[in-house]
Nanobody
Framework: QLQLVESGGGLVQPGGSLRLSCAAS????????IGWFRQAPGKEREGVSC????????NYADSVKGRFTISRDNAKNTAYLQMNSLKPEDTAVYYC?????????????????????WGQGTQVTVSS
């Protein structure tokens, strides 16, 4: 069974940092691009970042550029989202997703429909 499990969420003060992890089981992450999405209460799920299969292509939403860093360790079958300088507006449930089509590229952040497998989400709350 293909499964993604996010972890690392929590409560952090504005300006703080968190690192989210996305661990894959039941399949090899090497053959998938990874995307991170988030959904705040009452809002639609939005793309945050993506990274191609080998990590050579990365893209970020404008709202997180310069603050978030996506990475992957295929040997550990895990992807990461390092989030720095967090703001209250970053509060959301964060999801990772896997895309067999490897559509992530510079200047193109694939939408929800491009992804095949989703995690259950991890809550990130930025508040003082």
């Amino acid at each position: 069974q293909l499964q993604l499990v996010e972890s690392g969420g929590g409560l952090v003060q504005p300006g703080g940092s968190l690192r989210l992890s996305c661990a894959a089981s039941g399949f090899t992450l090497d053959y998938y691009a990874i995307g991170w999405f988030r959904q705040a209460p009452g809002k639609e799920r939005e793309g945050v970042s993506c990274i191609s299969m080998r990590g050579g292509r990365i893209n970020y939403a404008d709202s997180v550029k310069g603050r978030f860093t996506i990475s992957r360790d295929n040997a550990k079958n895990t992807a990461y989202l390092q989030m720095n300088s967090l703001k209250p507006e970053d509060t959301a449930v964060y999801y990772c997703a896997a895309d067999a089509g490897n559509f992530c590229s510079v200047g193109y952040l694939p939408g929800l429909g491009q992804y095949d497998t989703w995690g259950q989400g991890t809550q990130v709350t930025v508040s003082s």
